[in-house]
């Protein structure tokens, strides 16, 4: 069975502080996708992020970066200098790599709140 | 390009209503899914859907949950005789096929905002 936990409910910054999300899997699959989403007050999923399982190496993305390791299972996501635009829940999700899509697996979420 | 739309935005229904809720993809994807996100949790797995085939209902909660896709473009799901349990957000989806379509988007679901369904 596939488990996104993500431990930290809510989390509050000051703008333009540095803030990291935590995310750990379980998978029983040797490969999978692990994905980032963003939603904000309007309710849509925005879509930031996806890694492949055999692909550790990190990203950097402007102020979003994520650390991926597979030795413990975990995909954090880490936002710099934050700003109030970033205040939303974050969700990070996992599926399984087969010949069709496939269902995504998501964590609760983190509702993050930047103060100005 | 247009991305996921979904309607109505809200629906309040009376308890033991029929619902219908409405899902337009992103022109072009082939793979349709639904979801359904109660109040501070993450989204949860409904229904897939290729083109018109419904290849996975496992998440489903109960025979009362309907989806059809019936020309391969436009979803509908529909709940019958709703309960108060049914009240949550249902998010749609839609994606590339592997094989088609960009590498890139491979794989990646794109959602609409989800229709708010309340059940007094």
């Known amino acids: 069975a596939q488990k996104v936990t993500q431990a930290q409910t809510e989390i509050s910054v000051v703008e333009k502080e540095d803030v990291t999300l935590d995310c750990v899997y379980e998978?029983?699959?040797?490969?999978?996708?692990l994905f980032w989403y963003k939603q904000p007050p309007s309710g849509e999923l925005v879509f930031l992020i996806r890694?492949?399982?055999?692909?550790?190496q990190n990203e950097i993305s402007g102020r979003y970066s994520w650390n991926f390791q597979k030795s413990t299972s975990s995909f954090n996501f880490t936002i710099t200098a934050s700003q109030v635009v970033d205040s939303a829940v974050y969700f990070c999700?996992?599926?399984?790599?087969?010949?069709?899509?496939?269902?995504?697996?998501f964590g609760k979420g983190t509702r993050l709140s930047v103060i100005a | 390009g247009a991305g996921v739309s979904q309607s109505p935005r809200y629906k309040v229904a009376k308890r033991g209503q029929d619902v219908a809720l409405r899902c337009d993809p992103i022109?072009?994807?082939?793979?349709l899914f639904w979801y359904q996100q109660a109040l501070g949790q993450g989204p949860e797995f409904l229904t897939y859907?290729?083109?018109?085939?419904?290849?996975?209902k496992s998440g489903l909660p109960s025979d009362r949950f309907f989806a059809e896709r019936p020309e391969g473009s436009v979803s509908t799901l529909k709940i019958q005789r709703t309960q108060q349990e049914d009240s949550a957000v249902y998010l749609c989806?839609?994606?590339?096929?592997?094989?088609?379509?960009?590498?890139?988007?491979?794989?990646?679901?794109?959602f609409g905002a989800g229709t708010r369904l309340s059940v007094l």
């Open positions: 989806a839609s994606s590339w096929e592997p094989g088609t379509g960009s590498l890139w988007d491979k794989n990646i679901q794109y």
């Open positions: 998978t029983r699959d040797t490969t999978y996708y």
């Open positions: 890694r492949n399982s055999f692909d550790e």
């Open positions: 999700a996992l599926s399984a790599i087969n010949s069709g899509n496939t269902p995504l697996v």
């Open positions: 022109s072009g994807h082939v793979s």
């Open positions: 859907f290729q083109n018109e085939a419904q290849l996975d």
